[in-house]
């Protein structure tokens, strides 16, 4: 079963509204989580590091005020996507590790559509 | 900063033969990880196998192997006895030692013909 959880797996949002996607570790804890967009038949982009405890860490580009990101337990990732515009429709997928940082695992994906 | 270019944005194999996927890509890092992930129709992110620089052996996994060239910074997959189940996009991917996260390639869609 998944080890990496994300909910919702689809989502449908008016323009200008926020919606929140969430990760979850399932039976590990992760100090540390990935953020990845990707545009259709795109490849994943990385959006920001979501670090326990503290700021989330944005790629180049990434607008951290538009894309809020809160890590408050070592099992809980939530990526918010305020004021909402079509042009923010993607699929959005997670990652987190072990430890040991030798294991990786990715979420399902949460797609994501603005109206 | 990483980049991962893989040159094939399409290929196609016949059902049971042999296909090679490319990969380079480009650090300024001496010890780092390289994989390949494959996304199928559900999106879901699948570790089809993964490199540590350190190591020379390329890496092998059942039917998947690895050409790891890393003074080239060339890692292409190679798909022996290709299945109708390996049809979908293949990632390359990069991590720095010193983190999780990945740098990934543009993907190349493989189809397996019947």
């Known amino acids: 079963g998944a080890v990496v959880s994300q909910h919702p ?5 008016k323009s200008g509204t926020s919606v929140k996607i969430e990760c979850r570790s399932l039976d590990f804890q992760a100090t540390t989580m990935f953020w990845y967009r990707q545009f259709p038949k795109q490849s994943l982009m990385l959006m920001a590091t979501s670090n326990e405890g503290s700021k989330a860490t944005y790629e180049q580009g990434v607008e951290k005020d538009k894309f809020l990101i809160n890590h408050a337990s070592l099992t809980l990732s939530t990526l918010t996507v305020t004021s909402a515009h079509p042009e923010d429709s993607s699929f959005y997928i997670c990652s987190a590790s072990l430890t040991d940082r030798n294991t990786i695992y990715f979420g399902e994906g949460s797609w994501l559509t603005v109206v | 900063a990483q980049t991962v270019t893989q040159s094939q944005p399409e290929m196609s194999v016949q059902e049971a033969e042999t296909v090679t996927l490319s990969c380079t890509y480009d650090t300024s890092e001496n010890n780092y990880y390289l994989f390949w992930y494959k996304q199928p129709p559900s999106r879901q992110m699948i570790l089809v196998i993964r490199q540590e620089a350190y190591k020379q052996q390329n890496a092998t996994e059942n039917r998947f192997s690895v050409n790891f060239q890393k003074a080239a910074k060339s890692f292409s997959l190679k798909i022996s006895d290709s299945q109708l189940g390996d049809t979908a996009m293949y990632f390359c ?17 493989l189809t397996v013909i019947p």
């Open chain 1, 9 to 13: 797996s689809r989502v449908i949002c």
């Open chain 2, 93 to 109: 991917a990069f991590m720095k030692l010193t983190g999780n996260q990945f740098y990934f390639g543009t993907g190349t869609s």
